[in-house]
C-alpha cells in the first residue's frame, strides 16, 4: 500500500457507535500527501465529521487494500465513501471510480477532465497500468449512476478550457490526452455516468449562457456564484426528472491549483448522496 495518512475526527472516540462518511484524498503528479493537508478536505472533515485517507500509491489495487483497512479498523460508514482528487489525484479518481462505482457515492476531480484511455505509465517510480474505459465499464456506471464534480481552472496550465482549447507544449505529449475532442468525449462519457444525453460544445464566437461559453459545452442548468471576489460558472447536467447528478464548474482567472472554494463546491454536491451498500443504487440523502 506504500505510505498514505489518515484523519479521523474525535467523535469516533465519544460515540463509539456511530459511522463516518470516508472521503480517499488523491494527491497530485510529484506531490507529497502532506500537500493533501492544503486542498481543504481535511478541513470540510474536520467540520462535517469525515474520516479522510490519504495514500501515495493511488492505483486500485491500493485504494482497494486502504478501504478494506478502514473498514475494518475505523467506524466507516459503508454507503458513505468519496474519492475526491486534484489534478493527476483527479485523474486517479476518475479511473477508479467510474471502474467501480458500486463502491463510491460521489467523485470530485480538480483540475483535470478524464474519462477515457491511457497507456501505462510511471510517475516517479510508481508504475500505472494502462486504463480503457470500455462499454461495459461505462455502461455499469450509466445504470448505478455516479455523482460528480468536473473543477477546473480558466487560466490551467493544461489548457482544459475553453473545452475547444487545444493543449501546448509538453502538455500536448503527455500521457494524459487533453485534445478537444477527448475532453469533449470525456465529458459526454461522464454525462452518461450522470445518466443524461450527450450534449453538443461551443467555439469561439458562439452565444451562449455565461456558464457555457466559459466552459465550451451546453447544460440544461446554468449558474454563477460570487464566491470571496471570484465567480464560478456552474454548468449542472439535468436528468429528465429534474436532478442533477454531474456537476461542471469554471472558476474565473484560476490556475492549476485548488481554491478555498474548490473542496466545499464538491463537499456541498456530493454529501447529498450515499449509496446502497447491497444494491449499488444511489441513496439522496
Known sequence: ????????????????????????????AHNPIQLTESYGVMQIAAREECIVIAPENENWSSIEALLAYAKAHFPVDDRRVYSIGYSFGGFMTSRNVLAHPEVFAGAGMGGMLFAGSVKAHDL??????????TEDILRKAESLGVPAVLF????????????????????????????PSDKQTALNN????????????????????????????????????????????????????????????????????????????????????????????????
Not at 124 to 133: H, I, R, S, V
Not at 155 to 171: D, F, K
Open 1 to 28: 500500500m506504500d505510505k498514505w495518512s489518515s484523519f479521523v475526527p474525535l467523535a469516533a472516540e465519544r460515540e463509539p457507535n456511530r459511522r463516518f462518511p470516508l472521503i480517499f484524498c488523491l494527491h497530485g
Open 124 to 133: 516517479d517510480g510508481q508504475p500505472y497500468e494502462a486504463y480503457d474505459l
Open 152 to 179: 477546473m481552472g480558466e487560466c490551467e496550465m493544461l489548457r482544459l478550457l475553453p473545452l475547444w482549447n487545444s493543449p501546448e507544449g509538453e502538455v500536448r505529449d503527455g500521457v494524459i490526452p487533453l485534445n
Open 190 to 285: 461522464w454525462r452518461r455516468a450522470g445518466q443524461c444525453a450527450a450534449t453538443s460544445f461551443l467555439s469561439p464566437g458562439d452565444e451562449g449562457d455565461i456558464c457555457e461559453t466559459r466552459i465550451g459545452a451546453r447544460f440544461e442548468r446554468c449558474e454563477t456564484r460570487l464566491i470571496q471576489g471570484r465567480r464560478y460558472f456552474i454548468g449542472d447536467s439535468v436528468k429528465a426528472d429534474g436532478s442533477c447528478l454531474l456537476r461542471t464548474i469554471a472558476c474565473e482567472d484560476m490556475v492549476h491549483w485548488p481554491t478555498p472554494a474548490w473542496a466545499e463546491l464538491v463537499w456541498e454536491h456530493l454529501s447529498r448522496f450515499a449509496r446502497d451498500t447491497v444494491t449499488g443504487k444511489l441513496i439522496r440523502l
